[in-house]
């Protein structure tokens, strides 16, 4: 896990600025946001778990041997979450965390079938985010919006669930905006979910599964084809091919890109290895998030900073890459204004001081 928060190589100056710039985060996993005071407090009220109840612990327990090991981790947080009130808490304090980055509006990915598969009631689980969604604007004044995935691995029983937990009427949360597919790819072919994203993009919901993460530009392909992809979770491997760069530019699907996370996971060797420079210079529209930043010992700020190392940005630059994120959210245009003006406003007084 990284140590720093703030990547040191970014100027002093960069990162007061990125501190306030207003955001919007697309790529955020629900259980990856457990910050080390949550994952221990509930591994504290659950002592048959082998996550640390020490904080200082999980720095070790949150290093990663390959993408595999990572995801057996992961699964080791989400058996902590075992009522209602765990899901609100979690989601509350997740708000707490973003707000206090300035990201005024987030998409939060939700497994909701590893909780209901874990025995929570589904009703109860959709009035616990409900009610810390609502709780999170009106205290914080961050708002927040879901994408409920389906786990690949566990398989079409799992997308049959999730897809009835999204499409229901009577389950259905008002703050579900989207649709994913996360999870190890290998042996997990996008296609084969097609029918189940078919019958989410009927009931309105966006499609935005992760592809090329851990695997090559033809699962980026599927995702485009099969599942009606508007933005890519990721999407690291498109890097590869030319022809997939171009079609995602020329459709202006927008790239979730997780810089730390592809490290932390090991899908890409180091930073500077990373293709984030190419997509940009083939003309893809880049957004920065943070994916599951306490397992990754990052948050959105220092992912900004890190892109603005990458890419070479200056505060224009990254007000630029915070107005992408504005703009390939699932925000109405009304919403959209109001922070890009935000964006603005802030970067104008910035530079005038
Ligand atoms: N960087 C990431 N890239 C991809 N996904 C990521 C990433 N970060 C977080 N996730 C999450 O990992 C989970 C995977 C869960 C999973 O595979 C699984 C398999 C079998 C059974 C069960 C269960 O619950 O019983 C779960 C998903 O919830 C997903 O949202
Ligand atoms: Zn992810």
Redesign the pocket.
Known sequence: MTQHLVDPRASRDLTAFIAELPKAELHV?HV?SASPRIVSELAARHPDSKVPTDPEALVDYFTFTDFAHF?DV??SV?DLIRTPEDVRLLTYEVARDLARQQVRYAEL?I?P??ST?RGIDERAFMDAIEDARKAAESEFGTVLRWCF?I????GLEAAEETTRLATDDRLRPEGLVSFGL???EVGVERPQFKPYFDRAIAAGLHSVP?AG?TTGPQTVWDALTHLRAERIGHGTSSAQDPKLLAHLAEHRIPLEVCPT?NIA?RAVRTLDEHPIKEFVRAGVIVTVNS??PPMFGTDLDNEYAVAARLLELDERGLAELAKNAVEASFLDAAGKARIAGEIDTYTAQWLGR
């Open positions: 996993h990856g995801i992961y699964l989400v990915t497994t079938f590893s598969r995935d786990p690949g691995e566990a996360g999870g190890p992760h993460e996370s996971t994916d599951d």
